[in-house]
């Protein structure tokens, strides 16, 4: 398999979870802006959406949308843990947990990246995600991951996104059960070697 990806994007995320479940990969960076590979392709032929992640199978298939590359990547490796059994009620409230991220916490951040939004549109966009990581605050206060005892690729997504917060100045004192979060899952073998691969490449 071959991950396409760009540093610290939410790539990064697929990128942990191919390493927590010990499965064999290649990278491929993307320049987001000229839509080229490092090898010089056209990203656009891999991906027409022309964002990353994108997930190239041995056969050539390519597949797209964190959300769902997560997923992927854990059925591969079962026995990883890094997501409950398809079917199940766990499942769903995996999907769930996932869905939320994507929609409320990743894509939220959006507005906050663009130089054509304003400060007043900005602050409130901040305020909405204060709304979200309270949420996420309360459900990590008793418990050290979001599903359990036990990290899952839920995990690997927030603590992508949560990393964005210092590059759009969204202060997470308020939120010391997402700080103490951030620094579990940073000391995490397979997550200290993703940053230390996606620095040195950025």
């Not at 479940?21 to 802006?33: I, M, Q, S, W």
């Not at 050539?60 to 992927?72: I, K, N, P, W």
Request: neutral net charge; proline residues 5%.
């Amino acid at each position: 398999m071959k991950l396409y990806y760009s540093p610290y994007t939410c790539a990064m995320a697929v990128h942990i979870a191919l390493r927590e479940a010990g499965l064999p990969f290649t990278l491929e960076r993307v320049d987001l802006k000229t839509k080229t590979t490092a090898s010089g392709a056209n990203f656009l032929d891999v991906s027409p959406q022309g964002y990353v992640p994108a997930l190239q199978l041995d056969d050539g298939t390519v597949l797209t949308e964190a959300a769902a590359l997560l997923q992927y990547v854990a059925d591969l490796a079962p026995e990883s843990g890094l997501a409950p059994a398809g079917g199940t009620v766990a499942r769903a409230q995996l999907n769930s947990m996932l869905n939320f991220i994507a929609t409320e916490a990743h894509k939220g951040f959006s507005p906050l990246f663009s130089s054509r939004a304003s400060d007043d549109y900005k602050d409130s966009v901040r305020a909405t995600l204060g709304k979200r990581y309270a949420w996420l605050n309360s459900r990590l206060e008793a418990q050290p991951f979001l599903m359990g005892q036990h990290f899952t690729v839920a995990d690997a997504y927030l603590f992508t996104v949560l990393g964005w917060t210092r590059i759009v100045n969204l202060d997470l004192s308020p939120y010391p059960a997402l700080q103490a979060f951030q620094a579990l899952v940073k000391e995490r073998p397979a997550v200290r070697a993703t940053l230390d691969v996606e620095k040195t490449k950025s």
